[in-house]
C-alpha cells in the first residue's frame, strides 16, 4: 500500500511574501564566495606525463519528485426544473451558447491543474419526460461543452439526480461525456483514467439510498490492487441543509480510507461541510453547490473550490500534500443566483465564514433544503 501523508494547509488568497533579512543574504554571498574560489598554484618545473584515458563514468539517475494539482468542487447542474426551464432568471436564458460562462471567474484554477472535478447533478439530454418526482433536472447535451471549453476533465453521476429523465436521460448522459471523452463514475461502481501527465486515478462512486460499506470498502480496495496511483470515493450522502457530517458518513468515510481510498469528495447536503484528514488521507465531506442551475434564490451561496497536491515519488509512492482553499459564492452578484461562482475576498465575511464552515467551527442553524 501506498504511505500516506497529509499536510493540510490553509493558503489565503493575496497573501504576500517577506524579503530575506540583508545581513543574512550578505552572509550568504559571502559563503558562495568562498566556496566557489580555486587557490593558485606554481606551474611544476618539470615535464608532465600522459596517463592513459579513460571514459567518464555515466551515473544513472532518479526521475524527479513529481506534482500535480488536482481540482474539487460541489454539485454542478447545467440546466433546470421543467417549470421553470426557460425562466428569465433560470440557468438557460442566463447561459445561453456561452459555454464559457460558468466558470469564466474560477477558470485560472481549473485552466492551470492535472484534473478538475465536478459532481454532474442532473442528465444531459435532448429528449425523455421528468421522473414523478419534487425536483427533476435537465440540461441539453449542448453542455456537455460547458465542461470541454473549462477543462473538466472528470465528473461523478452517482446521485440523485442523473436519472431524473429516467433511462433514456440516463443513456444520452453517459454517451454525451462518452463522445467528449470525459471520464465518469457512476452509482456503486468504479472508473479508471489516466491524466494527460501520467497520474492514473480511480473513482468509486454511491448514493446515500444504498451504502453498503462491505461493497464500498471491497471496490475501493480493488482499485488500490489495480495499481492506482490514487483512489477517490465519490459518495452521495448525508442530509441537506447541515453542516455536520452524519455518523454514518464518517464511519464510512473512515472505512473507505482505511480500505484504499486516499481522498473522499462528498456531496448532497447543498452546504459545506468540515474537511477532515485522517490516516493519512483527507475527507471532504461536502463542498455544497457550485454551478448549480437547480435554485435560482438559493438559502446559502457559500461554496468552495479545492485544490489538492499530489506527490509522485521516484519510487512510485504517491502522498497528498497540500490543500489550498478558494472560498467562494455560487453567484457573481449578491440578490440572486446567476450561477457563475466567484472568488470571495479574503477578509470578508463570506470568506471568512467559508472557513468556519469547512474547519468545523460554524455555528449557524441547518437550512430547510430539499431536493
Known sequence: MKRLAVFLLIILLLAGCSKPDAEIEAALLQTTAAETTVPVTEAPTTEPTTEPTTEPTTVPTEPPEEHFLLTFTGDCTFGANPNNYYAGYGFIKTV?????????????????????????????????????????????????????????????????????????????????????????????????????????????GAVYYVLDTDVITAGIAALAEQGCDLVIFAPHWGVEGTYRPTEVQVDLAHAAIDAGADIVWGSHPHVLQPIETYNGGIIYYSLGNFSFGGNGYPWDFDTALLQQEVIRSADGTVTLGELTIVPASVSSIPERNNYQPTPCEPGTEMYDRVLQKLDGSFTGPNLPIHS
Open 96 to 204: 445561453g451558447e456561452d459555454y464559457g460562462y460558468p466558470f469564466r471567474n474560477v477558470i485560472e484554477w481549473f485552466e492551470n491543474d492535472e484534473c478538475s472535478f465536478i459532481n454532474l447533478e442532473g442528465p444531459l439530454t435532448d429528449e425523455g419526460y421528468p421522473m414523478q418526482k419534487t425536483h427533476t433536472f435537465r440540461g441539453p447535451t449542448a453542455y456537455v461543452q460547458i465542461m470541454t471549453d473549462n477543462s473538466v476533465e472528470a465528473v461523478t453521476i452517482a446521485n440523485n439526480h442523473s436519472r431524473d429523465y429516467g433511462q433514456v436521460g440516463y443513456d444520452s448522459t453517459l454517451a454525451t461525456l462518452q463522445q467528449a471523452g470525459i471520464p465518469y463514475v457512476e452509482r456503486d461502481n468504479s472508473c479508471i483514467f489516466t491524466t494527460k501527465n501520467g497520474l492514473k486515478i480511480g473513482m468509486y
